[in-house]
């Protein structure tokens, strides 16, 4: 199976920036989208933003200017920077990641990390 690890979480007062990071490992053959959720209390989960092997990126509307995706396909790591953060993203993040991956055979795995806190407030 495929094990995502995330750090960076934190209480930060808004205005300030966060940085999260996501490492996949496992037998891993390829992955497809890595991706940022979060959820809020009440809420149900979101995607935030999502990057995709190629390098095309897909944002939330409420996070579009603030926030950038990015990976480092030879580690198998994603990133979310966040700047300018609002009482608003508060929320545990998670990350999503989708691919192939070996168990005798090649087979699609979708992964969930075990989500860290971001609470944004003075």
């Known amino acids: 199976q495929v094990q995502l690890v995330e750090s960076g979480g934190g209480l930060v007062q808004p205005g300030g920036s966060l940085r999260l990071s996501c490492a996949a490992s496992?037998?891993?053959?390829?992955?497809?989208?890595m991706g940022w959720y979060r959820q809020a209390p009440g809420k149900q989960r979101e995607l935030v933003a999502q990057?995709?092997?190629?390098?095309?990126?897909d944002y939330a509307d409420s996070v579009k200017g603030r926030f950038t995706i990015a990976r480092d396909n030879a580690k198998n790591t994603v990133y979310l920077q966040m700047s300018s953060l609002k009482p608003e993203d508060t929320a545990v993040y998670y990350c999503?990641?989708?691919?192939?991956?070996?168990?005798?055979?090649?087979?699609?795995?979708?992964?969930w990390g075990q989500g860290t806190q971001v609470t944004v407030s003075s």
């Open positions: 990057v995709t092997s190629g390098g095309s990126t």
């Open positions: 999503n990641a989708d691919g192939l991956y070996l168990s005798g055979v090649w087979s699609h795995f979708n992964s």
């Open positions: 496992g037998s891993i053959f390829s992955i497809n989208a």
